[in-house]
């Protein structure tokens, strides 16, 4: 099973559900990109997966420009933006989904400020991937 997940600039709610999936299961063949990608994976959503055990700070973002041609069998964006500009897609694509999600790199203040937002986005980023898996993923195992 070959999942795409895409977001803006492929810093923090892509790479969140990217390491939220391949948690699930590791057979699953998980990547994730943007239509703009940072330089970098955010440090504040690194923390927060780190915090559920979950590694993602060696996580480049990646252009979506390098899976274009390529087959998949869920392509997923995760905020609004990349939903509007999702490109298409030359390969074969099955089922195209989108999750919205909150962009947790909006919020202001200091670490201890803005670590609840992410640590908020975290978990809701989870439960949907989480039902998402066990109702399109386990199910048609």
């Known amino acids: 099973m070959r999942i795409l997940i895409l977001c803006t600039g492929n810093s ?18 998980v990547y994730s990109a943007g239509t703009e990608p940072a330089a970098h994976a955010n440090p504040n959503a690194v923390a927060a997966m780190k915090e559920v055990g979950i590694d993602i700070s060696q996580n480049k973002p990646k252009n979506v420009d390098l899976f274009l041609r390529e087959s998949f069998d869920y392509v997923i964006t995760v905020c ?42 975290r978990d809701e980023i989870k439960e949907e991937f989480k039902k998402f898996y066990d109702e399109k993923i386990r199910k048609s195992e």
């Open 12 to 29: 923090c709610r892509s790479q969140m559900a990217e390491g939220f999936l391949k948690s699930f299961d590791d057979r699953l063949e």
């Open 80 to 121: 609004d933006n990349a939903n509007e500009t999702c490109p298409f897609f030359i390969g074969k694509v099955r089922n195209r989904l989108h999750m919205g999600f909150e962009d947790p790199a909006e919020a202001k203040g200091t670490f201890d400020e803005v670590m609840p937002v992410y640590r908020r986005i």
